[in-house]
Nanobody, 126 residues
Framework: QVQLAESGGGLAQAGESLRLSCAAS????????MGWFRQAPGKEREFVAA????????GYADSVKGRFTISRDNARNAVYLQMNSLKPEDTAVYYC???????????????????WGQGTQVTVSS
């Protein structure tokens, strides 16, 4: 079973950047499209970004489009989320997940993802 571990979260000021990493163990990510989700305090977990197995197709939530970039390095068995121009409303716990539903490109719904990391906290101050 694939195990995922996020890193790179922390405290940032509005306008700054952070880069999240997601490392896999116990299996290869090359079999899965990958996604990032986030959950803010008192809110439901929401889709942020996803990337196809090949890396050629990506998708983003409207709230992060143009500011966040998802990428993957299949040789390193890792996925990344570059977050630029951070806003206080980006404050959340960020999770990476593996899409196990067999989507041709990637899923945008939680129930399409079976493997999840523990999450990393991102806090953006104004």
């Amino acid at each position: 079973q694939v195990q995922l571990a996020e890193s790179g979260g922390g405290l940032a000021q509005a306008g700054e950047s952070l880069r999240l990493s997601c490392a896999a163990s116990g299996g290869t990510l090359t079999n899965y499209a990958m996604g990032w989700f986030r959950q803010a305090p008192g809110k439901e977990r929401e889709f942020v970004a996803a990337i196809s197995i090949s890396g050629r197709s990506t998708g983003y939530a409207d709230s992060v489009k143009g500011r966040f970039t998802i990428s993957r390095d299949n040789a390193r068995n890792a996925v990344y989320l570059q977050m630029n121009s951070l806003k206080p409303e980006d404050t959340a716990v960020y999770y990476c997940a593996a899409d196990t539903s067999g989507n041709y490109y990637y899923g945008v719904n939680e129930d399409e993802y079976a493997y999840w990391g523990q999450g990393t906290q991102v806090t953006v101050s104004s």
